[in-house]
Every structure is written in structure tokens, then in C-alpha cells.
């Protein structure tokens, strides 16, 4: 599958937002949709370059989406500076409207890592009914240190049974009160090292299938 990256910015409120557009040439004409991806914690050397937020780029690159990464402010070409989480969040917010009003009517999927799968979370519960995401994809969610709020019930979440950063336990007991599946990867850490192949295939498999309208 090849693919060209295009490097954008979108106006946030904290200034401009550095992103990096993946055109897929798997499908003709248009895109199946807008997959837009959130990285790592800024503050501990997460950016849109991520081997895992890059992972999830090509799961859904494969299957026709185009992709959108993006840098949170205060990092790479992205203006302002770090805003406790809340400003993240606004980032995403502004990144999705740009993004996903190209796409029409198209499938949006919202996914995020570690961090960045809790400003996913964040920024889907603050849209309106008509905005929400077909899809949602976390991996590694921040949810000892971050409050999650509740997620759809289709929402594929995958954590590392041996996560260093983000106890297991942690998004276990997020998931159990919302009867939550979580894929847990077994000796798996935080950083999916040597089973990036693994993932972008568990990630593929389980957005091939229908979405589940709830």
C-alpha cells in the first residue's frame, strides 16, 4: 500500500496546529472517511510521530481512511504551550471540526494512545450528537492519572497486560462499570515495543466489522 503525507495546519485556540495529513491510495475516488489520532503525553515526549499513533495510522490507512495526526501545542510547529490537559483537548476539538467537515457524511474514527486516548475520550464526549465518531480506537488509555469518561460500547480499547506507565488494573476498573471489552495484550508494556505488527492487525480486524449503533 503506498500513501503520501501532506503536512498541515489547522487554526486551535492556543495558535496554530501542526498536522500530518495520510492520503491513502488503496480506494479510488473518495475516502472512506477521517481518522484523526492523538499522541502521547507532550510533557514526557509524545508527539504525533509516535510508533504507536503511527501504527494506528497505517491500520486505518489500509482499510481507506485518511488519516490525521497531529501535535499538541507547544509541540514540533504547533503554537502555544502546554495547558494541564484542558487545552489538549480544545487542540483536538479544533483538529476533528477542520477534519472531519471535509469529509461530509464520511466515517470519522476518533483513536488516541496513552495520553492521547484520554483527550480522544474527552473530546468525543463534548461533541454533539451529530458529530460523534463511528469508530473509536484506544490503546494504553490514561486512565489512573486522567478521568475518562464513558466511551460507546463498540469502542475498541487495548492495554498491555504488562503496561509500566498505566496499571492494567487501572482500565480495568474504568471499563468494568460500562461492561467494557478490553484486549489485553499478555507481557505486553506500555509502548507496544516489538508488537507494532500485532496491534495494526488487531486494530484492522476489529474495524473491518460494522459498527455497532447503539
Request: with cysteine.
Given at each position: 500500500?503506498?500513501s ?12 496554530a496546529?501542526?498536522c ?5 491510495d ?52 504547533s503554537?502555544?504551550a502546554?495547558?494541564?490537559g ?25 483513536a ?6 484520554y483527550?480522544?475520550?474527552q ?6 450528537q451529530?458529530h ?8 494504553g ?9 464513558a466511551?460507546?460500547?463498540?469502542t ?7 503496561d ?21 495484550f ?10 507494532l ?18
Amino acid at each position: 500500500m503506498n500513501s503520501k503525507t501532506l503536512r498541515q495546519s489547522v487554526a486551535g485556540p492556543a495558535g496554530a496546529i501542526e498536522c500530518a495529513v495520510d492520503l491513502s491510495d488503496r480506494v479510488n475516488g473518495a475516502a472512506r472517511g477521517v481518522a484523526v489520532i492523538c499522541h502521547p503525553h507532550p510533557l514526557h515526549g509524545g508527539t504525533m510521530d509516535n510508533k504507536v499513533v503511527q501504527t494506528l495510522a497505517r491500520a486505518c490507512l489500509q482499510l481507506g481512511w485518511t488519516t490525521v495526526r497531529f501535535n499538541f501545542r507547544g509541540i514540533g510547529a504547533s503554537e502555544g504551550a502546554w495547558a494541564d490537559g484542558v487545552g489538549e483537548v480544545d487542540d483536538a476539538l479544533a483538529v476533528i471540526e477542520a477534519h472531519r467537515a471535509q469529509g461530509g457524511s464520511a466515517e470519522f474514527v476518533l483513536a488516541g494512545f496513552s495520553f492521547g486516548a484520554y483527550v480522544a475520550s474527552q473530546a468525543a464526549s463534548r461533541l454533539p450528537q451529530a458529530h460523534q465518531p463511528q469508530r473509536m480506537v484506544l490503546v494504553g488509555p490514561s486512565t489512573q492519572k486522567q478521568q475518562m469518561p464513558a466511551v460507546p460500547a463498540d469502542t475498541l480499547v487495548i492495554h498491555g497486560e504488562a503496561d509500566e506507565v498505566v496499571p492494567l488494573s487501572s482500565t480495568l476498573d474504568w471499563a468494568r462499570p460500562q461492561s467494557l471489552p478490553v484486549v489485553v495484550f499478555p507481557g505486553v508494556g506500555h509502548f507496544f515495543h516489538g508488537q507494532l505488527a500485532l496491534l495494526k492487525s488487531v486494530v484492522v480486524q476489529h474495524l473491518q466489522r460494522p459498527a455497532v449503533v447503539s
